[in-house]
């Protein structure tokens, strides 16, 4: 997963290119092998096809008017765009998708690393145990909803059991609009939960154990080693981990879908991926839904690469 | 400093642990159950077990289990194969080539790691009904291929930096083809790369919802996993049912895991996390 | 060299095969044996199981062996029209669909209209036009909502008849209260966001409808607005019974299955619902009787809020355009799937000559509450020109369930309606 160091190990420096051999004759000699192009064709052309020509598509439809029940649409410039930045509902699910994706980069980081160290121990039980933290990971989001409906519905077992426990009302975990939003953040928290105590238990392997016997020879407690030798150790995981989780809360679908339809009340937990597919499948919006779509992917790019530059800078840091 | 009495962690790990699980322990134990059991004591365990409702997900008139599967398998095995041919060779281009086009290639393929679906469906989908695709498995895999061959591109290009040059030119000296040289030579050097991208892949693309309920839509039947979304709505307060059918929706996939479990976290570390 | 191919060959007969694999692909095609394939979008709930869909669709097709029906499931029963519009909007949409609002979809000339002679055998064949034109079989008459009660409950509070005014129905709902007995059973979690909206349905139809029948023909012409008084003052009926107690939010975490068996447990005294909700009554042994009356208005005439359509919409770009026609007139009119419909959906069937088949007391209520009564139209259910503007129920829904979380009062709901009205491209 290089994603966070692509620039390590390459070593060939572009100034050995020698421009004046012609590029034929540079093909054949050895150390100077190029790569014909028709090894990157199909995947481009998969890809050209697929991602890029649809993002330039929908950019296109994103200055018109298109919508499916009013077929003839015309150029509209940037007007999709000056709607959305001032419609309530459009920043609503902006504030949604903000809190939803804060929600799900903080729980699993900071139950990540407490997991990672409760089971940083060799001998099998623990082995097990990880394994047991992983498996929501591989399950679908949509079964993974299902069986947390399940739970936390009125008559669910949880509502059940604080009742059981004396508590007249308990919570409407999906059904209070103020509640529903974190209560999706808790759910998908869960599953990812196991991904990141994965990549932090990696992380500890990479931890000098000399350095924490010194430390402890030293007279540092249990946090002043984790503050100073384990934490900055774990800095490339948390780069890991943060961007992946901020990419699983931008593009939060499936859950909202199962659990709440964007509910309850107008749009408490709908996420901009949401709004955008409800805007463009079941409004049959294309042109708004585009320009939704437009905005969501500049706001991901730069929201990631930010968080990505600040992450590294924080690595070398520490 | 206190050492902690030996027992407190793993008292404390397990603990931890099965609160974690007990979501899990739920479904497990429901699906081995009767329906009035069910609401009566969800949290007991299935003592008797009965298979009842894995019986009655597994002859459905509708065959809504058997033929989401075959479609599953299909798309899920066509994709990643597909995938991983194409990526490792894409990959090896961006990694190797030296020429201004393939560096753009990378930061513009790595750029699609961060694309959400949800931004391309909508023309995507257009894309698809041109080319006659729309609501077949084959448009499924185009889909799929494009949509996930940046994370191939991606791990396959890293693996590839860390095997010596030298290898691929002593083999280019000894007359082999550059095709030849890929597939003899690097490809099995690739393995582990290889491995991380189909299990990673494999998993992602039989848990994906949205597109095949999209894309594939009702022509060319569900997958299993868009087929749990669609019981919910016919079960309703029928959980035995429902939970069988999640529980044999998730099976391939969960021994698919526990099958390649070492492969599947040493693909989700490797070189990630040791700066 | 060849061999060296050998992968980059291989890749693309994978990318060959997958395309004849998915076969049939969407729209129909004539297939073997001359037959004409129509594809029909159902959905299927605990009463309509896809067991009832095969055999009714068989019925269909044994008497017409020339239609060959691909059936197709829409995710939820719900969300029918959503995924029809998902279908239209992904290029698929299906031949015939059942019970999907043709709103939106006949404006945009992607519904074929029936014709008088089609239509000769409804009793109501001018139900809900569109632009003077019908493009749903006009074959159901659903009473939605009437208020269902539990006997025993009532009984329980010293309530011996059922309420004939407003101000009766308030007082019974504070008796119950002082029972501890839960007033009303209302739901609508999750997809099922729907069900939050029966009582105010009902309140619109007692309050607006009864008034101003016309109500949303002026909305559309821009005479009317939500946050006129009349429509502000039933919405807040709403909030009230929420304010004080009447109104369980808990609710709002049930489905709609989820909300009909809490009623049925006996966790509540009143429930507002379709009357479709009489057959799930009459299908069970209950240790309660249950009653019915039309929600009350404030003088105490009766008005019961109903809808007639509910049937087959079909695509006017059908590939087998004569064969969609037929298969959906011939479905929608067979005897035998309507006996079934009467049955487990409580149907009231609206075909001429249609002999409905012997049926449970509640059934028999629920027809003699709609006989005595002034019919108006069903809020966020008409589907003609007197209907909300296309996507504008869902938002009813979701705001319904914001007034029962006791978050929005009846003057903001129809601000916000009014909002949303401007947003759906009305005036």
């Known amino acids: 997963m290089t994603l966070i160091d692509r620039t390590s190990p390459d070593t060939r420096s572009p100034g050995r290119e020698t421009p004046e051999v012609p590029p034929r004759a540079r093909a054949r000699r050895p150390g100077r092998w190029s790569y014909p192009l028709v090894f990157a064709s199909p995947g481009l052309l998969v890809y050209v096809c697929f991602v890029l020509a649809p993002i330039l598509l929908a950019f296109g439809y994103s200055l018109t008017n298109a919508d499916l029940f009013h077929p003839d649409a015309e150029f509209i410039g940037?007007?999709?765009?000056?709607?959305?930045?001032?419609?309530?509902?459009?920043?609503?699910?902006?504030?949604?998708?903000?809190?939803?994706?804060?929600?799900?980069?903080?729980?699993?980081?900071?139950?990540?690393?407490?997991?990672?160290?409760?089971?940083?121990?060799?001998?099998?039980?623990?082995?097990?145990?990880?394994?047991?933290?992983?498996?929501?990971?591989?399950?679908?989001?949509?079964?993974?909803?299902?069986?947390?409906?399940?739970?936390?519905?009125?008559?669910?077992?949880?509502?059940?059991?604080?009742r059981g426990l004396g508590a007249t009302s308990p919570p409407g975990w999906l059904s209070d609009p103020d509640l529903a939003l974190c209560t999706i953040g808790f759910v998908i928290s869960w599953q990812m939960l196991g991904f990141c105590s994965v990549v932090y238990l990696a992380g500890l392997q990479g931890v000098p154990k000399e350095l924490l016997e010194s430390a402890a020879i030293d007279g540092a407690g249990p946090w002043l080693r984790f503050r100073t030798v384990t934490w900055p150790m774990l800095a490339p995981a948390m780069t890991l981990n943060t961007v992946m989780l901020l990419i699983t809360g931008f593009k939060a679908y499936d859950h909202v879908q199962v659990l709440t339809a964007g509910g309850p009340g107008l749009g408490t937990t709908s996420t901009i991926a949401f709004d955008v597919i409800q805007t463009g499948f079941t409004e049959n919006r294309t042109g708004l839904s585009s320009a939704m779509a437009i905005l969501m992917l500049v706001i991901v790019a730069v929201v990631s690469s930010l968080v990505l530059q600040l992450l590294k800078r924080r690595e070398v840091d520490l | 400093m206190t050492p902690l009495r030996p027992y407190v962690r793993p008292l404390v790990a397990l603990l931890v642990t099965s609160a974690f699980f007990l979501p899990l322990y739920l479904v497990l134990a429901n699906v081995f159950k009767h329906g009035p059991d069910i609401t009566a004591s969800p949290a007991s365990p299935p003592v008797p077990p009965t298979l009842d409702n894995l019986t009655e997900a597994l002859t459905r008139p509708d065959r809504l289990f058997w033929n989401g599967l075959i479609n599953s398998v299909m798309v899920t095995l066509l994709s990643i194969v597909i995938l991983t041919v194409v990526s490792a060779m894409l990959g090896h281009y961006v990694a190797r080539t030296r020429s201004g086009f393939g560096r753009i290639a990378l930061l513009v393929l790595l750029a699609g790691l961060m694309i959400p679906p949800q931004v391309i469906l909508v023309p995507v989908t257009e894309v698809l009904d041109a080319t006659h695709l729309m609501g077949t498995i084959g448009g499924l895999v185009l889909f799929n291929v494009g949509y996930y061959v940046p994370f191939g591109v991606f791990v396959f290009s890293g693996f590839v930096r860390t095997i010596p040059i030298e290898l691929e030119e002593a083999a280019a000296m000894d007359g082999s083809g550059r095709f030849g040289t890929f597939w003899r030579v690097v490809f099995p050097l690739l393995r582990p790369a290889t491995a991380s991208v189909l299990i990673f892949l494999g998993v992602w693309i039989w848990n994906d919802f949205l597109n095949p309920l999209i894309i594939l839509g009702p022509a060319g039947g569900t997958t299993v996993t868009v087929g749990v979304y669609r019981s919910i709505g016919q079960f309703q307060r029928d959980f035995g049912g429902m939970f069988g059918l999640m529980f044999l929706a998730t099976l391939p996939i969960l021994v698919f895991y526990l099958v390649l479990q070492k492969h599947f976290v040493k693909g989700l570390t490797g070189g990630a996390v040791k700066g | 060299m060849r061999k060296a191919l050998r992968p980059g060959a291989l890749a693309l007969l994978l990318i060959a095969a997958c395309a004849p694999v998915g076969s049939g692909g969407y729209g129909s095609n004539a297939s073997a044996g001359g037959a004409k394939e129509v594809s029909f979008l159902v959905f299927e709930t605990p009463n309509l199981t896809p067991d009832y869909w095969d055999t009714a669709i068989k019925?269909?097709?044994?008497a017409h062996p020339d239609i060959k029906v691909k059936k197709i499931v829409a995710p939820s029963a719900g969300e029918r029209t959503a995924y029809a519009k998902q279908l239209l909007a992904s290029g698929q949409l299906p031949d015939v669909m059942q019970a999907v609002a043709p709103s939106g979809f006949a404006e945009s000339g992607h519904l074929?209209?029936?014709?008088?002679?089609?239509?000769?055998?409804y009793q109501y064949p001018g139900s809900n036009p569109l632009g003077g034109k019908i493009y749903q079989l006009p074959y159901n008459t659903q009473p939605t909502p009437l208020v269902y009660y539990n006997k025993k409950l009532f009984a329980r509070a010293g309530i011996t008849d059922p309420p004939r005014t407003y101000a009766e129905l308030l007082a019974t709902a504070a008796k119950l209260k002082a029972k501890d007995i839960n007033p009303f059973v209302v739901g609508g979690g999750g997809k099922d966001a729907f069900a939050a909206a029966y009582p105010w349905i009902a309140l619109v139809g007692a309050d607006v409808y009864r008034e101003r029948p016309d109500f949303l023909v002026r909305r559309r012409a821009g005479e009317a607005r939500f946050s006129d008084p009349l429509f502000v003052r039933a919405t807040q009926k709403l909030a009230d019974l929420v304010k004080k107690g009447y109104i369980d939010k808990a609710g709002l975490s049930r489905d709609y299955p989820s909300t009909e068996k809490a009623f049925l447990d006996g966790k509540g005294a009143m429930y507002p619902m379709g009357s479709w909700f009489a057959a799930s009554v009459d299908a069970k042994e209950l240790p309660f009787g249950i009653g019915v009356f039309a929600w009350p208005t404030d003088d105490g005439t009766t008005v019961v809020p109903a809808y007639t359509g509910g049937g087959p919409i079909v695509n006017a770009h059908a590939k087998n355009l004569e064969a969609a026609k037929t298969f959906a007139l011939a479905f929608n009119q067979n005897t035998a799937n309507n006996d079934v419909l009467v049955k487990t959906d409580a149907a009231i069937i609206a075909i001429k000559g249609y002999r409905p088949p012997t049926m449970g007391p509640v059934y028999q209520d629920t027809l003699k509450v709609l006989r005595s009564g002034k019919v108006v139209n069903a809020f966020t259910v008409e589907t003609g020109d007197d209907a909300l503007l296309p996507g504008m129920s869902d938002k009813v829904f979701a705001i319904a369930q914001q007034i029962v979380a006791g978050k929005t009062d009846g003057a903001q709901a129809a601000e916000l309606l009014d909002q949303e009205w401007a947003k759906a491209g009305g005036r």
């Not at chain 1, 809190?99 to 903080?106: E, M, N, P, R, Y």
């Not at chain 3, 074929?112 to 055998?121: F, H, I, N, P």
């Open chain 3, 59 to 62: 019925r269909v097709t044994d």
């Open chain 1, 78 to 162: 940037a007007h999709n765009y000056t709607t959305l930045l001032s419609d309530d509902a459009f920043l609503r699910s902006l504030r949604v998708t903000t809190t939803l994706t804060l929600i799900i980069v903080v729980l699993p980081n900071v139950g990540g690393i407490a997991v990672a160290l409760l089971l940083d121990r060799p001998s099998r039980l623990y082995k097990a145990l990880r394994s047991v933290f992983f498996v929501p990971v591989v399950l679908s989001s949509v079964v993974v909803s299902v069986v947390w409906m399940a739970l936390l519905s009125d008559d669910g077992l949880i509502n059940t059991l604080l």
């Open chain 3, 112 to 121: 074929y209209a029936w014709s008088e002679k089609e239509l000769a055998a």
